[in-house]
Nanobody, 115 residues
Framework: QVQLVESGGGLVQAGGSLRLSCVTSRITFSIYDMGWYRQAPGKQRELVAVITSGGSTNYADSVKGRFTISRDNAKSTVYLQMNNLKPEDTAVYYC?????????WGQGTQVTVSS
């Protein structure tokens, strides 16, 4: 059974930092494009950042310059380093693994940024 397990969420003050991790199992991690999405209460899930199997990255405009996505293929893990957090970053953050025909989600980790 494929698993994506996020960790690293929590409560932080505005201006602080958090590092999210997503450990995957039972997928050939290196061939998947990996992404982080978030969903705030009452809002649709939105893309935060993606890193392709080749290492190319793309970010939502709202997080550019503050968040960094990275991956470690040897550990089947994708990370999201979040700096200079803002209250509007408060959401549940989800890890995603995608190669088109296969698409998997983690259970999410809560990030709360206080002002």
């Amino acid at each position: 059974q494929v698993q994506l397990v996020e960790s690293g969420g929590g409560l932080v003050q505005a201006g602080g930092s958090l590092r999210l991790s997503c450990v995957t199992s039972r997928i050939t991690f290196s061939i998947y494009d990996m992404g982080w999405y978030r969903q705030a209460p009452g809002k649709q899930r939105e893309l935060v950042a993606v890193i392709t199997s080749g290492g190319s990255t793309n970010y939502a405009d709202s997080v550019k310059g503050r968040f960094t996505i990275s991956r470690d293929n040897a550990k089947s893990t994708v990370y999201l380093q979040m700096n200079n957090l803002k209250p509007e970053d408060t959401a549940v953050y989800y890890c995603n693994a995608n190669i088109g025909v296969s698409n998997y989600w983690g259970q999410g980790t809560q990030v709360t940024v206080s002002s």
